[in-house]
Antibody, heavy 122, light 109 residues
């Protein structure tokens, strides 16, 4: 069945960068996109952006615009999210989720990865 | 503060019906389709309802949703202990972002 498997947790120092991977299986990767969402401890969900699994087109949320880069590797059906200049406010569990290939706005987040905990601490 | 407003908590006894509201505006719920997610404790969110009122395969018909104007609601009938979870509404906003409600923690008494 379709699933997304994410990389393991990380601990980062303030000012550093993080990179989370999200490997897809069980479906045709280029036919869908990948959303990225985060959840700070005890808090709600926050959308970070979207990338097309077909052509790598991206749409980033304003809250991380300028600090985030999302990429794909179609050969391994893997999506990546890099977030730079980390602060303690970036401490959260980061999720990838499946979306539409053509646009950021058109599809519900129908399959989710297990989440990757990133802690930013000095 | 979330763009979409949900009550922080809701509760009901087993077998009862509960509803969870989600209030937005004309730039989001008022013009785009609403989705609902269920997050069981310690797990990733799961799609519960999409396109305002459609259930993915495998979601029991005890879960239903509706929308009117700039507000949406999720209803759970025949409440069961396994329904105890956090519930989030989400919708595309015309500011070009997906927005989520703050989440509602459902307690089964």
């Amino acid at each position: 069945q379709a699933q997304l498997v994410q990389s393991g947790g990380e601990v980062k120092k303030p000012g550093a960068s993080m990179r989370v991977s999200c490997k897809a299986s069980g479906y045709v990767f280029p036919n869908f996109g990948v959303y990225w969402v985060r959840q700070a401890p005890g808090q709600g969900l926050e959308w970070l952006g979207w990338i097309s699994g077909n052509n790598g087109k991206t749409k980033y949320a304003q809250i991380v615009q300028g600090r985030v880069t999302m990429t794909i590797d179609k050969s391994t059906a893997t999506a990546y999210m890099e977030l730079r200049s980390l602060t303690s406010d970036d401490t959260a569990k980061y999720y990838c989720a499946r979306g539409a290939a053509g646009a950021a706005s058109t599809m519900a987040f129908d399959i989710w990865g297990q989440g990757t905990m990133v802690i930013v601490s000095s | 503060q979330s763009v979409l407003t949900q009550p922080p908590s809701a509760s009901g006894a087993p077998g009862q019906r509960v509803t969870i509201s989600c209030s937005g505006s004309s730039s989001n719920i008022g013009r785009n389709l609403v989705n609902w997610y269920q997050q069981l404790p310690g797990t990733a969110p799961k799609l519960l309802i999409y396109s305002d009122n459609l259930r993915p395969s495998g979601v029991p018909d005890r879960f239903s949703a509706s929308k009117s104007g700039a507000s949406a609601s999720l209803a759970i009938s025949g409440l069961q202990s396994e329904d105890e979870a956090d519930y989030y509404c989400a919708v595309w906003d015309n500011s070009l972002n997906w927005v989520f409600g703050g989440g509602t923690r459902l307690t089964v008494l």
